[in-house]
């Protein structure tokens, strides 16, 4: 059984800067991150496709956030930068170890507070 380990969270100013990553113990086919705000929906935020990196944001993020992976290391990472109030939430990786199949795979989530 495939396992993702999620580290970096943490707490930050306004305009700040953040990175996670997430290690996985084994194959994925694409990784993403996912972040779910109290009494909000999770919603996808971006996703990285392991082979040719091939990535996909959110609007909310585009143009802050950048997806990356280091397939040597197995782990993906998420730099955030120029973040906001409303980036807070807990993020979670997860991973689809196939083409065309759901997120089967999911990090423990790690809390990002934005907050002056």
């Known amino acids: 059984q495939v396992e993702l380990v999620e580290s970096g969270g943490g707490s930050v100013q306004p305009g700040g800067s953040l990175r996670l990553s997430c290690t996985a113990s084994?194959?994925?086919?694409?990784m993403g991150w996912f972040r779910q705000a109290p009494g909000k929906e999770r919603v996808q935020v971006a996703y990285i496709l392991n082979d040719n990196g091939a990535t996909i944001y959110d609007d909310s993020v585009k143009g802050r956030f950048i997806i990356s992976r280091d397939n040597a290391k197995s782990t993906m990472y998420l730099q955030m930068n120029s973040l906001k109030p409303e980036d807070t939430a807990m993020y979670y990786c997860?991973?689809?170890?196939?083409?065309?199949?759901?997120?089967?795979?999911w990090g423990q989530g790690t809390q990002v507070t934005v907050s002056s």
């Open positions: 997860a991973a689809k170890l196939a083409p065309g199949v759901e997120f089967s795979l």
């Open positions: 084994g194959y994925t086919y694409s």
